[in-house]
């Protein structure tokens, strides 16, 4: 049974910082906030629960006024956060599913399809269209490797994926070209509306 989302939140101040020379640093610490909210609101859209695993006392706070559960990141990197989050889930004995904080399109369908193949009894993955992972499920506990070209590092360690490519889950917002097709779409404009236009 799927009935809690981890998702993993880096310090809000601190993040997009490949968006540098696209957004000063208060608009970028404004879109990591909407990111995560928007993430976070989508999961509670499907039904789940959304965990938040941080490590930064101001992400710790919006969980709470926003009542999202947290837990605590040990704090040395996605890995670890990932890790920390699945091994609570599994605790609670429940399936698992990790999904990245940085979606702007994410839908609940996609969620939807994400816990439609954890449910049938499989692993699942989703990849972000430059070769990392956006979202990655299963019963058993992996390995976990994020960052450049992880989707394929991840689909090795899981049994018997399935492989979820959806535009909502394809499209993280890292780069300032992710920044400007994402608030293109009529999904993504509140993207646009966030950080006062663009």
């Known amino acids: 049974m799927v009935d809690t989302v981890v998702i993993p939140v880096k310090s809000f101040s601190s993040g997009k ?12 610490a404004r879109l990591s ?31 709470m006024t926003t009542g999202f559960p947290s837990l605590a990141d040990p704090g ?16 609670m004995g429940a399936t698992w599913l990790v999904l990245h904080g940085d979606l702007p399109l994410l839908t609940a369908e996609d969620v939807g399809c994400l816990v439609a193949v954890l449910e049938a009894g499989g692993s699942v993955i989703a990849p972000s269209a430059d ?22 590092r991840h689909l090795s360690r899981l049994t018997d994926p399935g492989v979820i490519a959806r535009t909502g889950l394809l499209h993280d917002l890292d780069s300032p070209t992710d920044l400007v097709s994402s608030s293109m779409t009529p999904r993504g404009r509140w993207v646009a509306e966030l950080i006062g236009g663009i």
């Open 17 to 28: 910082r490949r968006l540098s020379g696209a957004l000063n640093p208060d608009i970028r």
């Open 33 to 63: 906030r909407g990111l995560a909210n928007h993430v976070a609101s989508t999961v509670v859209g499907a039904g789940l629960v959304p965990l938040i695993v941080t490590a930064d006392p101001e992400v710790a706070e919006w969980s």
């Open 76 to 91: 040395a990197g996605l890995d670890a956060a990932a890790s920390t989050g699945v091994g609570w889930v599994r605790h």
């Open 131 to 152: 070769g990392g992972t956006s979202a990655i499920g299963g019963r058993e506990p992996i390995e976990f490797s994020f960052g450049s070209s992880s989707f394929h």
